[in-house]
């Protein structure tokens, strides 16, 4: 009976990580469409450079327009400059290393061939900048949640800081990316330059709030006399979890019961008002939460 159990239990856990993989890639495969959309029928039709190897390649396509018609493709580019990283990657770390960075690069560089290019923007620049910096950010975000990267500039970013260990993989991607957008200024002036600044923000913001979640919320701490009134309140009306800490006021000396608890954004108001009913002497101090994980907010599974 216990062997079959264990038999049962090992093949629902590989089921499930089954699953998960699953997802993940589905999610890399879908961000980097989302990429290679935003890259193709805005920033280069824009002559917007953004950084990354995305944005060399921009500038290769511009710079050889001459010599070839239409000039490099951006995908020939975009892989021709990674390939030398994830060998070098392989060599340094193995192959988990540059495993799910691989299949992203390819996903990109495949997206970035076949999708076709539209002028979603037109010639206005402060549209292609809001629309592709949210389309990036979106696509950057999904392939982080599905745990895998794109190579490019982070990867170079992660090789570099062997040899310069005195700074961070941050630091050395902020001065990559910035000196790919300084050549871009160069190549397509100031303006289209100060233009993909405000896309650069724009896909930190919408990446960085795809990864750290959409499901806001706010925190509350409040420093009452009657503890015991207004965390039962709490409890039967909002329905909301309380929890007591102990503390001490260092100006009275006294010991007194902090309470802490988490409520969806629009329950902050009945709180306070709940709170200023049965104390109006309490002292309530209210932030935002990214993402909240339990009962009553985003479910375990």
Known sequence: MMNKKAEYGGNAMFQNNKKAAFLDYLMIIV????????????????????????????????????VVPGGIPLWITNLSLNIPLF?????????????????????????????????????????????????QGIGIGLVFLGRGTTGGTDMMAALLQRKLRHYSIAQIMQFIDGAIVLVGMYVFGVQKALYAIIAVYLVTKVSDSMIEGLKFSKQAYIITSKPDEISREIMDKLDR?????????????????????????????????????????????????????????????
């Open 31 to 66: 961000g980097t469409a989302l990429m290679a959309t935003a890259i193709n029928s805005v920033f280069d039709m824009s002559g917007m450079v953004t950084g990354g190897f995305s944005g060399i390649a921009i500038l290769v396509k511009e710079w050889t327009e001459g």
């Open 87 to 135: 060998l070098i990657g392989m060599k340094l770390s193995g192959f988990q290393f540059v495993k799910r960075a691989l299949v992203g690069e390819i996903c990109l560089s495949f997206w970035l061939a076949v999708l076709p290019a539209f002028d979603i923007a037109g010639n206005d620049l402060l549209l292609a900048a809001v629309y592709g910096g949210v389309i």
């Open 241 to 301: 979890g309380v929890t007591g800490i102990h503390g001490k006021g260092m100006y009275s000396g006294q010991d007194k019961l902090l309470l802490y608890c988490v409520v969806g954004r629009k329950e902050i108001v009945a709180l306070k008002e709940l709170v200023d009913h049965i104390d109006p002497d309490a002292f309530v101090i209210v932030s935002d939460v990214r993402e909240v994980h339990g009962e009553g907010f985003i479910e375990r599974k």
